[in-house]
């Protein structure tokens, strides 16, 4: 039974819990509080020396990190991942927009409002990640006019992983309304079976 | 034949460069300046609503985006991404570290310190860019004095992906000196045969 290090009300690891409520599939959970330092101690940094989570543990010890990367591993052979090489390519592609267009902008304007006090220094930057993260959601709307998901036209890991921070970008400032493709999308997520909601 | 929209210059677009040469697979380049507005066309925007480079266009038709989606695209089939699961998960765990932990920092910095003016506001961002990117190269440095590469065990994307920017961390302000395994690995990278060296 593989275990998952990470902090239930992070949307990167939300993504982990998601896949494998989906799956139906048994494992751990330990509670990893980064935003209190659990993942900058000697011994979690011997785990991950990256001092992040998500980070998926398999029974004989072996560590995988980056949530992105645990999804695909976990989903190999299973619907959300998509054999065709091409739709695997295009599931890549929304992956790595995520970790780079998307989760900068869209997680990081809802941790600056939720997490840190209104007079942070880091307040300031909020008006820019509501731009940028407005941008990606520009992108993925277009994208959404055309197919119903993000994991080469089927459901899958891609849209996992952008519903983690896109269901809770109002935390962040977003308003979704302006996004009606990507609001019915979240919908069509939350309507698989074995949805599992992130923790509040 | 495949089509690559890119500038010579940037380390993502230079990572699709050295995987077509080092696959010795025919290829068209066309020259896109993001620099200078290239990407943000109607005409360019068609291609790929997100705006960047590089991008991927086939004979069909069919494009893709994000570097490191391309690369895994590429490279399917050939000795640079694993077949086995789990050295293809550590593979994309490096990936996704490099565009999440590596590129944001390592890039950036150059970007600001090669094409900003010296008293352009963004010259602030320096000192963190430099803190943050010097974090990741203790990664990596941590990572390769136990195994020789970053894809699987043996050379291959990962590493074309991180030496892209690695190489040329020099231009941000990094001095490589203080990661000596890491330069011990550009050198493994550099005498890959076909390897192909960025533009100036």
Known sequence: MPTVYGLRSSGNCYKVQLLLELLGQPYRWVDTDS?????????????NPNGKVPLLVLDDGRRLAESNA??????????Y??????????????LFFEQYSHEPYIAVARFVRRWLPGDHARQAEVPRLIERGAQALDVMEQHIGSESFFSGGAFGVADMALFAYTHCAADGGFDLSRWPRVTAWLERVRSQPRFSAMAA
């Open 70 to 79: 645990i999804l695909c591993y976990l989903a190999e052979g299973t619907p």
């Open 35 to 47: 935003t209190q330092g659990a993942t900058r101690t000697p011994e979690y940094l011997a785990l």
């Open 81 to 94: 991942l998509p054999a065709d090489a091409w739709d695997r390519a295009r599931t890549l592609q929304w």
